[in-house]
């Protein structure tokens, strides 16, 4: 069965830093691009950032500096670092798999469970 399996949330004091991970299983993890998005109360669904296949990154303007994303094939991983966080940076993170359409492979989206992300004083 197809999973993603977020973890890593938590609560976080304003300026710290998190570390999100997504495993993923019974895919074949190298010809998907992967993205981490959130979503906060009341809002929309948004990309924070994406990472094809290849390893090449794009990130919202939001973060953009502060955020990083990573992916470890040999692990089927994909990570997100934040760094400087903010109170609204707070929203559930969902990892998010896609097959990577510039080499050639479509499939439909899938997504994990969720990890909330807290960043309160």
């Known amino acids: 069965q197809v999973q993603l399996v977020e973890s890593g949330g938590g609560l976080v004091l304003p300026g710290g830093s998190l570390k999100l991970s997504c495993v993923a299983s019974?895919?074949?993890?190298?010809?998907?691009?992967m993205g981490w998005y959130r979503q906060a109360p009341g809002k929309q669904r948004e990309l924070v950032a994406k990472i094809s296949s290849s390893g090449r990154p794009t990130y919202a303007d939001s973060v953009k500096g502060r955020f990083t994303i990573s992916r470890d094939n040999a692990l089927n991983t994909v990570y997100l670092q934040m760094n400087s966080l903010k109170p609204e940076d707070t929203a559930v993170y969902y990892c998010?798999?896609?097959?990577?359409?510039?080499?050639?492979?479509?499939?439909?989206?899938?997504w994990g469970q969720g990890t909330q992300v807290t960043v309160s004083s």
């Open positions: 998010n798999a896609v097959g990577d359409t510039t080499i050639g492979i479509r499939t439909n989206d899938i």
């Open positions: 019974e895919i074949i993890f190298g010809l998907y691009a």
